[in-house]
């Protein structure tokens, strides 16, 4: 179901700058700011669809309405490059595709992560290589996209395209319904935002409070458990207290006010400890949310300047075949399938002989080794730039108009670093995100927690749309546009460098911040014995 989600995403996104600047005429950085406001919303959407997955519907129920919605938004834009022609139906049909998108995104990973119980160190052990997996198999659906989807848009039609990407939704859909009554299927717990605010509001009115009482004042809730689990097993699973954010310890004090004997205690004058924790979580996860926002302003680069530099170089393989601009997309896919594989079964076994650790690294350095590399992706694409700009100037095609007669004497092939670190640094901290904002999250609000790490994506490509405004805004007041319509003319070697420069401050930010990150700390009571995990 997410492979065919991802084939036709990125089968579309690989290819929506071109169709923007070609056929509907739009200015290359008027092209590239539409397709990251469409990728930012489409990336933004999810938090509502978790919020009503985890709150309301479930996300069974959520991910099939979901699908529906997506598979209407991909007829309509199908029928808008072909039948009836019509821009205001075609960006209509975008954002019904990006309101699918906010439903299906945040619950089918963690859909499919319910299916592991978390019963024994196997099975915790099985569900972290599974974000690996999964993210390999949403990949093997990106590559076919971008190479096959990008063929038929560049030399058959975009009609022919968008209607393969339709017919797979919904065969996918089908074969996802075949599997109802086998699935394990998570009911909605209430709405999450309630309860993280109810323990803002008991905090509050016990301001006065002192928090020296010691861990005898503390109220652990009738059976040590969450306000909200999600699966039924032998083990309560509580969390352990942290001294973080002490100012919010004051709503789990019982004075003279409480009694916590009772069952109709005031859930908004006295919370348990796991809940007070679960909210401490939420807000740990902010800092890292936040420093993560430059790799994607990076990745956002891939589906708009990168796709239209490729568009002026030789991409002919023999006398009759040309590759299709947005195809080098493909390549960073096929970085990752080799990557992923490397990394769980040869990398982690490996750094967890020197480090001891069970997944080799943390997931927080996994971050971090993307976040370096994103920075040499942007010094890699500044480089290659400079040298597809010198070759153009040698063969006086700086007025290039992308004709057949005027692609630049320079193979597409210069720009396959750029992609390959892309592709490398993208299986350390996508993955790596994922897992975190999994794992990290409270577990009724798992949902949500998909759905933040996706709105990186989502604000990274506003930020993207920002600077981008910023630099046109800048420039051309100096003495000429560093991005402009005419990219042999413009300085998009020097946006590079900005990037790269704006992604090295932002690694310093988010070393800072994961130095002082707290992981999640479990209590596991099972029968009369207490187990401390971390």
């Known amino acids: 179901m997410e492979a065919a989600e991802q084939f036709a995403n990125i089968g579309l996104g690989s290819n929506l700058i071109l169709y923007l600047n070609k056929a509907l005429n739009e200015p290359l950085t008027e092209a590239a700011k539409n397709r990251n406001t469409w990728v930012g919303v489409s990336s933004i959407f999810p938090l509502l669809g978790g919020f009503i997955a985890d709150s309301y519907l479930g996300r069974f129920n959520t991910i099939i309405i979901a699908s529906l919605i997506y598979l209407l938004g991909m007829i309509l834009l199908t029928l808008s490059v072909s039948i009836v022609k019509n821009k205001k139906l075609f960006f209509t049909a975008l954002y019904i595709l990006s309101v699918g998108d906010g439903g299906h995104k945040p619950c089918v990973q963690t859909f499919a992560a319910d299916q592991f119980a978390e019963d024994t160190i196997e099975e915790r052990d099985a569900k972290r290589s599974f974000f690996n997996w999964w993210y390999l198999a949403i990949v093997i659906g990106s590559v076919f996209a971008v190479f096959v989807i990008g063929y038929l848009m560049d030399n058959v039609s975009w009609a022919i395209g968008l209607l393969v990407l339709a017919s797979m939704l919904a065969i996918a859909l089908v074969v996802f ?57 032998s083990i309560s699973r509580s969390l352990a207290h942290t001294k973080q954010y002490r100012f919010l310890d004051k709503a789990m004090i019982i004075d003279e006010h409480d009694d916590a004997s009772r069952k109709d205690i005031n859930p908004w004058r006295l919370c348990s400890m796991t809940q007070v924790e679960e909210v401490k979580l939420v807000i740990r996860l902010i800092p890292i949310w936040l420093s993560c926002l430059m790799f994607t302003v990076v990745q956002s680069q891939l589906g708009t300047f990168f796709t239209k530099q490729t568009s002026t170089l030789d991409r002919s393989i ?20 080799f990557a992923v594989p490397v990394y769980d079964k040869v990398f982690v076994p490996f750094a967890r002989k020197i480090t001891g650790h069970h997944s080799g690294i943390t997931v927080l350095q996994r971050i971090g080794v993307g976040l370096f590399l994103s920075i040499f992706t942007m010094i890699v694409s500044a480089l290659v730039e400079t040298r597809r700009v010198g070759v153009a100037k040698n063969h006086n095609l700086l007025d290039n108009n992308h004709s057949k007669e005027n692609i630049i004497p320079m193979s597409i092939w210069w720009m396959l670093p750029q992609y390959a670190i892309l592709g490398i640094s993208d299986a350390f901290t996508i993955v790596g995100l994922q897992e975190l904002f999994y794992d990290q999250m409270p577990d009724a609000m798992r949902s949500l927690g998909a759905a933040a790490y996706l709105s990186i994506v989502g604000v990274g490509s506003f930020i993207s749309n920002g600077i981008i405004s910023v630099v046109v805004e800048v420039t051309s007041k100096v003495g000429g546009k560093w991005l402009g319509s005419e990219l042999n003319k413009a300085h998009l070697n020097y946006f590079y460098w900005v990037l790269a420069l704006l992604s090295a401050l932002n690694l310093c930010v988010y070393l800072w911040v994961a130095k002082g990150f707290v992981y999640k700390k479990r209590h596991v009571v099972e029968t009369s014995t207490m187990e401390y995990n971390t």
């Open 177 to 233: 319904l075949l599997g109802t009554k086998r699935y394990t299927k998570e009911s909605p717990k209430g709405s999450p935002i309630t309860s993280i605010v109810r323990v803002f509001v008991a905090a509050a009115r016990k301001w006065r409070v002192k928090d020296t009482r010691g861990p005898d004042s503390y109220w652990y809730g009738y059976d040590h458990d969450s306000f909200h689990h999600s699966r039924s097993t």
């Open 318 to 337: 023999g006398q009759h075949f040309v590759i299709p601009s947005a195809a080098l997309q493909g390549f960073v896919g096929v970085v990752i399938l």
